[in-house]
Each structure stands twice: as structure tokens, then as C-alpha cells.
């Protein structure tokens, strides 16, 4: 029988990334999406696929645990983006601990949690973004709790340079240009293409789960494909479109959280001395994916350039 999987964030980019590959095998699983608008646009696609949508608001504790009533797994995610959280980022680290207890009350056996390490301990004291704090408390909760689970440390995303429009080619003058908060041109990222390799990994696990369980239980897991400067996205757009592009550092996101996280990847990296991509993940069987990768298949149509 199928297991039922309730993927948070559904309608998101990470969220997006792990329903729709799963909806790819109904004999195996059945998704949940879990989302606060079940009629947007994004939801009703989904529908389409063939994910059961619930109305599920991640800050209203029984809202939650009746959303994974049956469900084998989660997915569980938090997004800063929020506007709940952007105005009370204390509320990102509730909705994280409001989702483990509901887990525990269900009785749910894998749960695959996206989450960040501690600021504060990177960096000395001297940078605490809550954007990587309240991810990082819950962690401690589910260890606390001791829910099965599988921690995912996030690379920087990839498809940011398209939904955030980070990166525009200016036909008139035949020229690329990236431009990017507070990150330095030579500052190496470890970078992920959601849609190819968080949803790939996190299936993996759930595939492993009965044969792997002590052994993936509170493992943590990088998913990044490699670390990537902005100077070397822009060689690789040059080799594979023949465009030159030039680089500009913005002052501030406009969201002090996320201007002390790019400050801290400028002044310590990301994941410290990790190689990448992870051994654990190879072991899993999944292949990460690297920057040519999402240049040839996202970035140069999006912006409407020819491969070379």
C-alpha cells in the first residue's frame, strides 16, 4: 500500500520539489500537499498531479496534527518568507516545534527536516541570523523529543537567480547582469538545485527508510552540489551562451535577518570544510546536479539565451 507523505511548504520551491517528484510514483506514495491557500493556483496543479491538498496553517497546533492524521512521513520545512515569520521570526522556530508534535501524535515514522545550523556557533557569537537559529532549535526539540528523523542542511539556491531575479540579460546592450545582496563576487556558496536534488534526496530516504533506519535516524545530510562564487556562475553562463556579464553587490536584502546570514556565508563560507557534494548522499544513490546543469536547463530559457 502506497504511504501517505505530507509535504509542507507544497506550493514553494522545496516543498514544490519533493510533491512533485513523489506524485511520480503512486504506487509507492500518496501526497499530502500542505498548504495555507488550497485554492491558489500552485495548489489546484497539484491536484492535477494527483496530491490530496488540505488547508494546513503551520502557527495553529490542531490545524497541523489533524493535517498529518495517517501519514507514514513529512516533509517538514519553515519558510522566512513567510509573512507571519517576517514579522515575528520567533514564529519560525514554533511552527517547526508545532510540526514535530504533530508528528509524534501521529505517530509519523520518517520525517525529513530542511534546516540551517546554528549562526551563534559559526561564527563566534558575533552573527546571529534568526533565519539560521530558529531552524536549528528545532532540531535540538526533535532530538529532545527523539523523533525519527533526517536533517537536511540547504545549500544557497540555484533557482533564486531566477525567482528573485537576480540575474537579467539586457538585450540592448548585449550584457548579463547579476546582481545580488551583500554577497562578494569570489564568495563560494555551497549551492543546490532544489528541484533536481532536495527532492531527489529526500525520496531516497523515504526509499531507504525500512532497510537504513539506524543508520539514517538524526543523520544530517548536505545537500549542495559544490561550493560556486558568483564570478563562477557567470563563466559558466559565458561558456554555454557566449554572453559576458558583469556582477553588482546590492547593500541589503531589506530583511536585517537575512543581511547578517549573507554576512556571515562573506566572512566564514557555508558548512566549513564539508565536501561536496556529501559522501552520505552518493551512498544514497543520488547524483547531485552543478551549476552548468541549471544553466543549460533553467537559467539561459528563462532568459531566453541560446546554447551554444
Not at 43 to 51: D, P, R, S
Not at 94 to 107: I, P, T
Request: proline residues 4%; hydrophobic residues 40%.
Amino acid at each position: 500500500m502506497a504511504r501517505i507523505i505530507a509535504v509542507c511548504g507544497a506550493t514553494g520551491n522545496q516543498g514544490g520539489s519533493v510533491a512533485k517528484l513523489l506524485l511520480r510514483y503512486p504506487d509507492l506514495y500518496r501526497v499530502r500537499a500542505l498548504t495555507r491557500d488550497p485554492q491558489s493556483a500552485a495548489a489546484q496543479q497539484l491536484v492535477q498531479l494527483g496530491a490530496e491538498v488540505v488547508q494546513a496553517d503551520l502557527t495553529v497546533t490542531l490545524n497541523v496534527k489533524e493535517a498529518l492524521r495517517g501519514c507514514w512521513g513529512v516533509f517538514g520545512v519553515t519558510n522566512f518568507y513567510d509573512s507571519k515569520i517576517k514579522d515575528d521570526p520567533g514564529s519560525e522556530e514554533q511552527q517547526g516545534k508545532n510540526l514535530v508534535d504533530a508528528a509524534l501524535d501521529n505517530g509519523v515514522e520518517c520525517f525529513v527536516w530542511s534546516t540551517l545550523p546554528s549562526s551563534e556557533k559559526l561564527s563566534g557569537g558575533r552573527l546571529i541570523s534568526r533565519v539560521y537559529e530558529g531552524k536549528h532549535h528545532v532540531d535540538g526539540y526533535i532530538l529532545e523529543k527523539n523523533l525519527p528523523a533526517v536533517f537536511l542542511y540547504t545549500g544557497n539556491f540555484y533557482e533564486n537567480l531566477v525567482y528573485r531575479s537576480h540575474m537579467t540579460y539586457d538585450r540592448e546592450r548585449d550584457v548579463l547582469e547579476f546582481r545580488q545582496p551583500i554577497i562578494k563576487e569570489t564568495t563560494e556558496l555551497a549551492m543546490l538545485y532544489v528541484q533536481k536534488d532536495l527532492s531527489a534526496v529526500t525520496k531516497a530516504i523515504f526509499d531507504h527508510w525500512d532497510g537504513r533506519k539506524d543508520e539514517l535516524n538524526h543523520q544530517y545530510l548536505y545537500v549542495a552540489n559544490a561550493r560556486v562564487a558568483p564570478r563562477d556562475v557567470l563563466a559558466s553562463v559565458k561558456k554555454l551562451t557566449g554572453k559576458e556579464g558583469t556582477y553588482h553587490v546590492i547593500p541589503t536584502t531589506g530583511v536585517p535577518d537575512r543581511d547578517i546570514m549573507f554576512r556571515l556565508y562573506n566572512e566564514t563560507g557555508m558548512y566549513g570544510i564539508k565536501v561536496l557534494p556529501d559522501e552520505n548522499i552518493s551512498k544514497l544513490g543520488v547524483e547531485m546536479h552543478g551549476v552548468d546543469d541549471f544553466v543549460k536547463e533553467v537559467l539561459a530559457p528563462h532568459l531566453g539565451l541560446p546554447l551554444l
